[in-house]
């Protein structure tokens, strides 16, 4: 347990309790039941950030172990981005972007698209789209899809095909590709109907198979899925190497490669949500890397800005934007968002890319990453936890199975969920378990210190799930 100053906890506890009842009274927090605030699920009122910490209006520090929903990568308060987007404030701080153009979105277009995953015999990516955040950007990309096709004349390709347990965003479009039911049951009659294939999650691999066997047979329904509805679909949408929201579910990249394949031979377009993945996260920038293959559509977001600001982009192929060029409006791809190309949103985004650049983040990040498997490595024996698995900068730690409403991966679900959750806050560590998945997803920056808290933390939190004694 984290030993803090208890005169400075003691002041800033009646501090702290102020803004818990202020907030309580004017906002809805997502994904939350609100009832559950104040005595079930404790709310914590952070005054601010310092690399990998949250500091409380208690006093108490906080290890952000889920980089604040995936976003943080370089940690909070990076300098760099909060100069760069104080820099552009003072210069322009919006403006509308149909219609004109300023010098952060072309100069991020064209640093994105130069990084963005290449695949030998196939056109790079050119294009760049943006929009106000991830499910924002996954709309921008089922559209364009969906709308290529219309304007080519193939109306009957209406169809979509994703992978059972993905998650793709909140918006409707993007609920309907996903698969996990507490976010999509009660706004089944609003979706469109997709086709789901089986996920390649190597924890569902047979006895004697491997991730890469595992990744095969589930390409093999896929093809057969595409053999009876192919001449339908328009485009596949998938999270390449990791199904984040779904339970840190994790794929050999060989079943990237199968799907390339089977999309080219049936002209389906393949949309790379790499919203979650993308930036350096899984051990390369962007995870379609390490199966070397490119998709047609790139949707990218939380890292883009280092989590400073919302801001998402989706990156797509000459062939796609030409398709939309004609004399007819109808024809144009019209959608929109006010903020859409936001200078201070790009500005943030180019101080991130130059953090990558100026730090050498992916070399950095391999250390980092094998640092983590090492103290990973020893939850492989508890009793309580039936798999560890790791890609990147990502670890899941898997319990035994009991924990998740209706057996999916939902944010602090269940008993056990909770009651880790609550032991992690207690120890100065902000974990959201997914279902039965306590994982790790730290800023790039944290440090040895931190890492044997998270891992120390995580210990007594598998035992507090379990009916151990709690700090809470």
């Known amino acids: ?39 079930v699920l404790p709310l914590l009122p952070i005054e601010r950030g310092e690399r990998e910490w949250l500091h409380g209006f208690d006093g108490r520090r906080y290890l952000d172990a889920v980089s604040s929903w995936w976003t943080c990568i370089h940690g909070h308060a990076e300098p760099r981005i909060a100069e760069a ?41 050119s294009k760049v789209f943006y929009a106000d955040n991830g499910s924002a950007g996954v709309e921008v990309a089922l559209k364009m899809a969906f709308h290529w096709f219309r304007n080519a004349g193939e109306a009957r390709r209406t169809k979509f095909v994703a992978l059972e347990n993905s998650y793709h ?28 294939a089986p996920s390649p999650d190597a924890f569902q691999a047979a006895a004697d198979e491997s991730a890469e066997q595992r990744a095969h047979r589930a ?47 049936h002209g389906v377009f393949l949309i790379a949500d790499e919203i979650a993945v993308g930036f350096g996260r899984t051990g390369t920038m962007f995870a379609c890397e390490q199966a070397g293959i490119a998709p047609d559509l790139l949707c990218l ?15 797509t192929s000459q062939r796609i934007f030409d398709g939309f060029l004609d004399d007819s409006r109808e024809r144009a791809f019209l959608h929109s968002h006010s903020y859409t190309g936001n200078p201070l949103g790009c500005a943030a985004a180019l101080a991130s890319l130059a953090i990558f650049e100026r730090d050498d983040v992916i070399a950095r990040n391999r250390v980092t990453a094998s640092k983590m498997a090492g103290r990973a490595a020893a939850f492989r024996s508890h009793p309580n936890v039936v798999d560890v698995r790791q890609t990147g900068m990502i670890v899941a730690i898997e319990m035994a199975a009991g924990s998740g409403e209706d057996g999916t991966a939902v944010e602090i ?47 007594h939190a598998i035992d507090a799930a379990f009916g151990g004694r709690s700090c809470a």
Not at 169 to 196: K, N, Q
Not at 221 to 240: K, S
């Open 169 to 196: 965003g909140e918006t409707l479009g993007a609920l309907a590709v996903g698969d996990i039911p507490l976010y999509r049951r009660v706004y089944a009659p609003l979706l469109a109907e997709a086709l789901f």
């Open 301 to 315: 977001s939380k890292g883009l800005t280092g989590g400073s600001l919302p801001l998402a982009a989706v990156l």
């Open 1 to 39: 347990m984290q030993q803090f100053d208890t005169t400075i906890i003691a002041n800033g506890a009646a501090t702290a309790e102020a803004w818990r009842s202020r907030d309580l009274a004017v906002l809805w927090h997502p994904c939350t039941q609100m009832r559950e605030h104040p005595d």
């Open 413 to 459: 679900a269940g008993n056990r969920g909770l009651r880790a959750y609550r032991e992690a806050i207690a120890r100065g560590v902000l974990l959201r378990p997914l279902g039965d998945v306590l994982y790790w997803f730290p800023p790039y920056c944290i440090g040895d210190d931190a890492l044997d808290l998270l891992a120390d933390t995580t210990r």
């Open 85 to 125: 987007i104080a820099t552009q404030a003072r210069t322009l701080e919006h403006v509308i972007l149909a219609g004109c153009t300023h010098e952060p979105a072309v100069t991020l277009a064209e640093k994105l698209l130069a990084i963005a995953p290449r695949q030998a015999g196939r056109a790079a990516l």
């Open 219 to 265: 390409a093999d329904a896929l093809a057969a899925l595409l053999a009876e509805h192919g001449d339908t679909v328009c485009a596949l949408i998938l999270e390449p190497l990791v199904q984040c929201a779904g339970g840190m579910r994790m794929h050999h990249p060989a079943y990237l490669r199968r799907v390339r394949e089977l999309c080219d031979a």
